[in-house]
């Protein structure tokens, strides 16, 4: 069974910063990209990062470049996202989601919340 794990996330101050981390389990990691979504109160689930099954090939939502990093350790079966500079508007619940399979099933995080606030 395909389970994520997101942690790492809590509240702080605007300009602080936070690294969520996903714990990935029951598919073979490495073989998959990863993605980070967000959903703010009230609004639609959207899409914060990308990173490729190698790790090298990343993208990432307008809103956050520049501030936001997204990593993976395959050897931990692990992704990251590294976020800085935080701002009230990255008030969100943040998932990780992959997609996985042949018939390319979507996983999904329960997700941790981020709260930005002064």
């Known amino acids: 069974e395909v389970q994520l794990v997101e942690s790492g996330g809590g509240s702080v101050q605007p300009g602080d910063s936070l690294r969520l981390s996903c714990g990935a389990s029951g598919f073979t990691f490495r073989l998959y990209s990863l993605a980070w979504f967000r959903q703010p109160p009230g609004k639609e689930r959207e899409l914060v990062a990308r990173?490729?099954?190698?790790?090298?090939?990343?993208s990432y939502a307008e809103a956050v470049k520049g501030r936001f990093t997204i990593s993976r350790d395959n050897s931990k079966n692990a992704g990251f996202l590294q976020m800085n500079s935080l701002k009230p508007e990255d008030t969100a619940v943040y998932y990780c989601?992959?997609?996985?399979?042949?018939?390319?099933?979507?996983?999904w995080g329960k997700g941790t919340q981020v709260t930005v606030s002064p």
């Open positions: 989601f992959v997609r996985v399979g042949v018939v390319a099933k979507d996983h």
């Open positions: 990173i490729d099954s190698s790790g090298r090939d990343k």
